[in-house]
C-alpha cells in the first residue's frame, strides 16, 4: 500500500506560479511510474504529465514549456511545477504513483484556482 500526500494548490492569478508537492509513503519509491492527472468541473479526468523511474518526463500539449514534473528520490516527492498559469488550467489535481502495471495508488487531489 503505497499513501500520497499532496499539497501546494490554491488560488493565483493568470500568468502566475504555483508548485504542487507529493509526498509517497514506501520504501521502493525510486521504481514508481508517477504523475499527475487534473479534473475540471464537468469534464473527464486529463492526464497532465508523466515521469518514469528512469527520469523520463512527458506532457499533456496544452501544457508543454509551462508545466515541469520532477521527482526525488531521496525526499519520496514528485512535484509539478505550474508557469504562466491561465484560468484553464483550473482544476483539481490528482498525484499517483505506479509500483507495477497492476496498481496504482492515489492522493487526495489539491484544488488549484486560476483567476483571469
Known amino acids: 500500500q503505497v499513501q500520497l500526500v499532496e499539497s501546494g494548490g490554491g488560488l493565483v492569478q493568470a500568468g502566475g506560479s504555483l508548485r504542487l508537492s507529493c509526498a509517497a509513503s514506501?520504501?521502493?519509491?525510486?521504481?514508481?511510474?508517477l504523475g499527475w492527472f487534473r479534473q475540471a468541473p464537468g469534464e473527464q479526468r486529463e492526464l497532465v504529465a508523466t515521469v518514469t523511474s528512469g527520469g523520463i518526463t512527458a506532457y499533456t500539449d496544452s501544457v508543454k514549456g509551462r508545466f515541469t514534473i520532477s521527482r526525488d528520490n531521496a525526499k519520496n516527492t514528485v512535484y509539478l511545477q505550474m508557469n504562466s498559469l491561465k484560468p484553464e488550467d483550473t482544476a483539481v489535481y490528482y498525484c499517483y504513483a505506479k509500483p507495477s502495471v497492476s496498481e496504482v495508488y492515489w492522493g487526495q487531489g489539491t484544488q488549484v484556482t486560476v483567476s483571469s
Open positions: 514506501g520504501s521502493a519509491f525510486s521504481i514508481y511510474a
